[in-house]
């Protein structure tokens, strides 16, 4: 009997013990490599030094593109995040209703969060193109535009083409996230708001909507932390140019670590975003751990 | 049945034992290539040399040398090899461009301690005296490559111009391409992004007697010679004769615009016909010297790489270890070997011996070979190099946004030797 007791008491640790094994080693040990990192004194060539303090915190933070960095940073996230929230609330809803080749739409609908960032960055990076770019040559073809439009006349532009992609491909998985949710709200709600002589517009403020929050709530805080650390997009396409007016801070860490061989403040500007990060995640986790024990 | 089974079993072990013991004596270097071109990789471990590989070639001519060679993207090779150095596991050879950083830090080893006389006398000297630092030499040139400038000769033929030769004929020209082409065509191309914008730096300020150091070697970023050659090089964009987008637009990009003949002239290096020709392009094109200022003294700009040997102190047996390295080098730099490598990549030749061989082949590596003797090269020896390669680029992308260039290059100059 007592044997039985130990076995169910030690064998959900036994179940989680190889995942708790992996994140140790592929999650834990690197975070703490890097905290440990930001404290030293870093070569150009790559050899670790002595600890030097907050001397690469301040190196980071004073630079004189730092500003900027981190104002494109919450650009990129709260445009990204917000647009392709609204916008993939509308999708869902549309994928939600009833019509002819729902099935392949929702196909359609997946394949740009289902590609490689890379490969996606990369045809978008042609399709904006001056010289031989699709978008000139279909508008050109259409007789809508005379000349080749320079759609990447400035970085300003640039950097809203990298926002756009960035919207283009998240759009999906909060599609499928909110569907997900529209798909768990039983119809009975809605007869009975039909019954009390609720419109549409009633219908989704009050029966959708709070039943999807949920969904959205998740899907918005994954969103957060996938589009803050999402390198591929302006990477491919501008590289953070010119002079670092297009970097959010994962683009510029990177560049500062192994371009500009400044590992020091890179690995600073690292501990600095897993912060902000890990506040997000903690906002999440308190609103859902209020939730429950209401 | 088991007996027999346990039989095998110990006969295995007992081979896999003694292949071992026989392992242990070989020695294994870790080595890292840059990938130059589509065929690097193949050439090093694939099937590029007549069925065979360069790394099963050396073994079998080195008994008891191992190479565990990696093939690398140029994009990639900082991260691998400043990650590998932090953990205590830096390759035993290695490719690169730049090196000051390593041996300041202590972790190369001289190359006179594992190069053999006779090829250490074969490299050209010009490109081995860029790689001494405190009288010492640290690596060895594995290639070269030259600029020019290229031109569009049936464009030139058509407009009714002459190939500029200076930068008041070369406005001249671009005014005339923009007068006939209207927006169709861009008369110059300018590469001014994180890829290789230094080289953009070093074609206007060495073409007016300008440069990234003074006579004496010291960092001169901001002369007056510097700042007049980047504000000729800036108002070229600002008059609408070049790409739009030259803190974006790579080399390769001018290159596939000046092969589909949207680019009139264009600075590049002596692969550019290899990529013509690889990318099915058929422009008919001339070379020819870069344009400078009017009096100054024209210069070429040289790009070289090198290889380079880390130290690895616990090594139990250092002379082998060196020997070994020094076999790698002998064996990579003999005439079959390197030729072959060299005319692949479609780069210039680091040692004297190959230079027959090439021009034997292809009488065109002649010229080139000529441009490399006056060629000017990076200061790559100096340990602020990258400081000073990111710092230019960064100066050319901001004076491309309206920055006043003499500002920008006084805000380098004192970063860099403070």
Known sequence: ?294 | MKKILALVLTVLLTVSCIGFAAAEDDITLDVIICQYGNNTNNWFTGTGIDGSNFVELFEAANPGIKLNLEVVSWNDVYTVVSTRISNGNAPDILNIDTFADYATEGLLLPVTDYCSEELYSDFFPSFIAQSVIDGVVWAVPDLASARAMYYNKDMFEEVGIEVPTTWAELEDACQAIVDYYGGDVYPWGIDMTTDEGQAAFSYYVWNNDGGFVDADGNWALNSDANVEAINFAIGLYNQGYTNPNPATQTRYDLQDMFGAGKMAMVITTNQLPTYLTEKGYSVNYGTAALPHNEGAAGGATGVMDRVMAFKDDSYPDQAARNAAIGKFLDFFYSPEMYTGWVSMEGFLPAVSSAVSYLVEADPSFGAWLDVLDSCQFYPTAKSEWVDVKQGVIEVEQNALLGGDVKTLLDGLQEKVTK
């Not at chain 1, 905290?35 to 600890?51: D, N, R, T, Y």
């Not at chain 1, 969060?113 to 490969?119: G, H, K």
């Not at chain 1, 670092?244 to 801070?249: E, F, S």
């Not at chain 1, 975003?273 to 906002?283: E, N, S, T």
Request: charged share 15%; aromatic share 14%.
């Open chain 1, 1 to 294: 009997m007592n044997s039985i007791l130990m076995r169910r008491k030690w064998e959900p640790y036994l179940w989680l013990l190889p995942s708790m094994l992996l994140m140790t080693i592929f999650i834990v040990f690197p975070i703490f490599i890097v905290f440990k990192l930001s404290f030293s004194e870093i070569s150009k060539a790559g050899v670790v030094g002595s600890f030097v303090g907050l001397a690469n915190f301040k190196a980071a933070v004073t630079d004189d593109v730092f500003g900027t960095v981190m104002l494109n940073t919450l650009l990129w996230v709260v445009s990204v995040v917000g647009i392709s929230t609204l916008l993939g609330f509308i999708v869902a809803m549309m994928m939600n209703s009833k019509f002819h080749g729902r099935k392949i739409a929702r196909s359609i609908v997946v394949f740009p969060w289902a590609t490689s960032l890379v490969i996606q960055a990369s045809i978008w990076n042609y399709i904006i193109k001056f010289e031989y770019g699709n978008l000139n040559n279909i508008l050109l073809n259409l007789g809508i535009i005379q000349d080749a439009v320079n759609w990447r006349i400035s970085y300003h532009i640039e950097f809203m083409w990298e926002c756009g992609v960035g919207i283009f491909v998240t759009v999906p998985f909060v599609a499928f996230c909110v569907l997900a949710g529209l798909q768990s709200i039983d119809g009975a709600y809605y007869e009975a708001a039909t019954v009390d002589g609720a419109g549409a517009w009633k219908k989704l403020t009050h029966v959708t909507l709070p039943l999807v929050r949920p969904a959205l709530m998740v899907s918005t805080v994954l969103n957060i932390i996938y589009v803050f650390n999402s390198f591929p997009i302006i990477y491919t396409i501008t590289k953070g140019a010119p002079a670092n007016k297009t970097d959010t801070m994962v683009t510029y860490l990177y560049m500062l670590a192994f371009y500009d061989q400044e590992k020091g403040p890179a690995t600073a500007l690292s501990v600095i975003g897993f912060i902000l990060l890990c506040a997000v995640a903690g906002l999440y986790m308190m609103i859902s751990i209020k939730k429950d024990e209401r």
